[in-house]
């Protein structure tokens, strides 16, 4: 495993969770990271990004203003720090690192993924 995502939990909604990305082996310094989910029966969707430098980040609109990725510079550890949450927050959460450089939104540039760790908010 190249990617490891941890942090997960049970949270009543408004309240807050920090998830972690840490890679091992290979290393992504050069590659933007981003985080996505999938809640069951649904596919796949992008959630926050941020760019090798840490400098430029994109977010979802379901998630902005709550959520805040973040990583060192040219490091391979990330975090999503994910506030006032709500139930439709409920998924498995994935990190991954992007084919390039830049802070990329979809799926298709993304080629290294983590096994993802579940984040359920109760309302």
Known sequence: V????????????GGSLR????ASG???SNNGMGWFRQAPGKERE????VDWR???TNYADSVKGRFTISREYAKTTMALQMNSLRPEDTAIYY???????AAATTTSQYNSW???TLVTVSS
Request: net charge positive.
């Open 95 to 101: 990190c991954a690192a992007a084919r390039s450089s």
């Open 54 to 56: 840490g400098g430029t």
């Open 26 to 28: 290979r290393i992504f």
């Open 114 to 116: 983590g096994q993802g």
């Open 46 to 49: 992008f959630v926050a990004a």
């Open 19 to 22: 998830l972690s990305c840490a």
């Open 2 to 13: 190249q990617l490891q995502a941890s942090g997960g939990g049970l949270v009543q909604a």
